[in-house]
T-cell receptor, first 112, second 115 residues
């Protein structure tokens, strides 16, 4: 059974720092991996999608990497800002019709 | 920018009552989903829907749950007889991509509180 783990569970940093959020999954037979942002009480905003054949994806200050064989992905946030404060969720697609298995998230606080 | 919209944003109901949550997926998307998040827990898959039928469902999605695409634009989740443990945030999502490869776009969620 696929399990997704995110480390750390929470992170508090000063503005301007570069950050790395970690995601690991137990079954490497995934089709894709998606990173989301969730603000308190809100929906999920898609940040990056990495297909299983890809090694990384970039969008602005965000870069996500995927090492499928070792069951790991990292989300790199450059030059963090207070507006980046949110919970970041990692989810893997286990095939079928894109059923996503989610991690518990990393709660990020960026203080001025 | 196209988005998934959900109504109501919050619904309070009594145990045993029927609830319908509504979603309008992104217009050219073909794959539709319901997920839920119990407070403090992980987001979990409920059901996927493609070509007017359920394509996959989780163990949570028992006979009390049903989904429908009644008019080609709306996508609904019905809970026939709500239980206290159905209290959660319910998220609708849609995707244009093919099986297992598409990016999912989520709505803002409908918070269901069962008393």
């Amino acid at each position: 059974k696929q399990e997704v783990t995110q480390i750390p569970a929470a992170l508090s940093v000063p503005e301007g720092e570069n950050l790395v959020l970690n995601c690991s999954f137990t079954d490497s037979a995934i089709y894709n991996l998606q990173w989301f942002r969730q603000d308190p009480g809100k929906g999920l905003t898609s940040l990056l999608l990495i297909q299983s054949s890809q090694r990384e994806q970039t969008s602005g200050r965000l870069n996500a990497s995927l090492d499928k064989s070792s069951g790991r992905s990292t989300l790199y946030i450059a030059a963090s800002q207070p507006g980046d404060s949110a919970t970041y969720l990692c989810a893997v697609s286990t095939g079928g019709y894109n059923k996503l298995i989610f991690g518990a998230g990393t709660r990020l606080a960026v203080h001025p | 920018e196209p988005e998934v919209t959900q109504t109501p944003s919050h619904q309070v109901t009594q145990m045993g009552q029927e609830v319908i949550l509504r979603c309008v997926p992104i217009s050219n998307h073909l794959y539709f989903y319901w997920y839920r998040q119990i407070l403090g827990q992980k987001v979990e898959f409920l059901v996927s829907f493609y070509n007017n039928e359920i394509s996959e469902k989780s163990e949570i999605f028992d006979d009390q749950f049903s989904v429908e695409r009644p008019d080609g634009s709306n996508f609904t989740l019905k809970i026939r007889s709500t239980k206290l443990e159905d209290s959660a945030m319910y998220f609708c999502a849609s995707s244009s991509g093919g099986r297992a490869t598409g990016e999912l776009f989520f709505g803002e969620g409908s918070r269901l509180t069962v008393l």
